[in-house]
């Protein structure tokens, strides 16, 4: 007997020209983009922090994190608040995305591992590609992607509030 797929929810977003996915249970909130207060000697990745409702959030530019060329601000951009389980520690990110589309699902056995191009190359933060007409939604690893030195780091800079001005 086989057994039926089942489905996931995702948020869907652009990055440059890509469709990207999150699964929706991470994702707090989509917010407006506004520009972040800068933090010196930071990653170039990491634009800043942000006050989502009291609490100070880094602001990642997810373009750059993944080796894309730096966002480009235009009415469409937006952040992506998200919750993620970092080395044990909940840490709360806001992804900027060119654009968010909606939240759609994705059957399991429509997800498709990442491509084996036969080179080394980072796709570790691949967790998975779906064929969606005619072109491709690659589902984002976000353990994976942020896991690391440099992220631990942003942990501390985010698990304080911010003071109320």
Not at 13 to 22: G, H, I, W
């Amino acid at each position: 007997m086989a057994h039926a797929a089942t489905e996931s929810q995702f948020v869907t977003f652009s990055l440059e020209n890509e469709c990207f996915a999150v699964p929706v249970e991470v994702v707090r909130e989509i917010l407006d983009h506004e520009d972040p207060f800068r933090i010196p000697h930071g990653p170039d990745y990491l634009l800043g922090l942000r006050d989502v409702r009291g609490q100070g959030v880094p602001v990642i530019d997810l373009r750059l994190r993944l080796g894309m060329s730096q966002t480009q601000k235009t009415p469409h951009t937006r952040i992506l608040v998200i919750d993620v389980t970092i080395d044990g520690r909940s840490l709360s990110l806001g992804l900027v995305a060119d654009r968010v589309f909606e939240v759609t699902s994705f059957r399991s056995d429509a997800i498709e591992a990442a491509p084996d191009i036969g080179i080394r190359w980072q796709s570790d933060y691949i967790a998975g590609v779906v064929r969606r007409a005619g072109d491709f939604v690659v589902i984002v690893n976000l353990t994976k992607l942020f896991s690391g030195t440099d992220m631990r780091s942003l942990g501390s800079v985010a698990t304080r509030p911010l003071e109320p001005a």
